[in-house]
């Protein structure tokens, strides 16, 4: 049976991690290639580099460390942030990269999506979207401040919010800043058909509350597209991983403060799925 | 020395630093002397079928392959360079390929059904039965279906992600990997050999199918052990050790 992927993703800027990562033992915790090789080692299904290097000079520093990567680590490598042009693609994927995820770019021009899949093989192009909630009316909000209470409370104010009228989700583009006028689950439909082979769904919402993904939204995409469907933003706990398995019907879940912090390990987080039905490699199979 | 052939696509330093790492010198090259001289071909493969076939058959590297096959030498065919192998792919329309393994390369029926009976609530599913998908214990249950179905899961296609193998014959390139190993996948199409018995591993994916081949001095198979972690290397380096 095909398993569910666990991709820890790391925050590069300029060639070195940002966001704090506390594995023990490692000669330098801020060398991208250190922590891949970590996360090898614990058994990641996957492994994603998301470049947040603003200048245009500094943008060559996720080469080398894709190139020193894939030297190293044999899993696939997905890496984003910034990809615009065939050359962006080309390069990375000449340095080791396995996938690149395209966001913006996507938005601002749709038929870059189509060219590079007909140019590099759709799967290798992974777009991600990023997406927020619309809100509508008072009690959606009250509703939806409530949720950061508990998981329970969450569940059951997601379960009034699937009988209350649909208001979707809007794509946000430039890290959630500007709003793309689209309707995220018609978008991740439209970019399938021009040959995303994977896509990269991130809430704005609850990206780095620690409150669990949009489930909602990760189920509506997910039933919407035939492609894999990656849940992202907002994982705090295993259950979380759970949830987005389970009733966000995600394929694969995104996953960084949880591990870099050590909250839990890959093999718990594993060993947990597992336990409650989940199909997952574990270490040496 | 291991030869890696380049026709133009695909991530073929991966495979290289595979090998490099599994402890085999490998060249990534379309050179026809290097090829001649190779002790092992590999054909790595992404892209489309026919876009590959024609970039073979643009650098003169359809008759190095079909002789190197022909002598003997060994020769492994990673993804594509497995769907290669055979008569003809029906991706974008038909296509022939090497017909060095009669059989065909078709796409994953649109809407398989999952076997996995966690997604999407708590019913589990039967595995595929025709194209009908029947949730099992419904009917012991209650006698009819629920008044709200759960919907039931379609399997994505491209297979994307890390699924086990069954071992049917032990090709060399698989000594001391197990029935139950995962690797990793990424492909839309599969192959179907005319005669089943090449194949040396299948995989469930709603329907089982060949997830390698083994045919005297030919191994290919459909997952990429250069992206395989450990047990990955593990092919590589019994491949790179096959005589």
Redesign the interface.
Known sequence: ?????IIPCLDVKDGRVVKGVSFVNLRDAGDPVEIAKAY?RDGA?ELCFLDITASHENRKTILDVVTRT???V???LTVGGGVGTLEDIRTL??A???KVSINTAAVEQPDFVKTAAER?????IVVAIDAKRRVIGVKRRANDAKRRVTGATRRLNSAKRRQAPAAGWEVFTHGGRRSAGLDAVEWARKMEGYGA??ILLTSMDQDGTLNGYDLDLT?AVS?AV???VIASGGAGTLEHLYEG???G?A??VLVASLFHYRTHTIPEAKAYLRK????V?LGG? | MIAIIDYGMGNLRSVQKAFEAAGHQAAVTRERHVLNDASHLVLPGVGAFADCMANLEQYGLIEPIRGAIARGKPFLGICLGLQLLFTESEEFGLHKGLNLVPGRVKRFPWGLAGTDPIRRGSVPVRPFDGLRVVPSGIEGRTGQAPAEAEPVPRLKVPHMGWNALTITREAPPLRGVETGAHFYFVHSYYVEPSDPSVACTMTEYGIPFVSSIWRDNVFACQFHPEKSQSVGLRIIRNFGAWR
């Open positions: 049976m095909l398993t569910k992927r090898d299904d894939a030297e190293q044999f899993m696939p994927l000449t080791g990269a396995d590099f093989g759709t799967q290798c082979g994977e189920a039933e035939s492609v894999p398995f389970t009733h019907g394929d694969a409650r039905g989940i199909a490699r199979e």
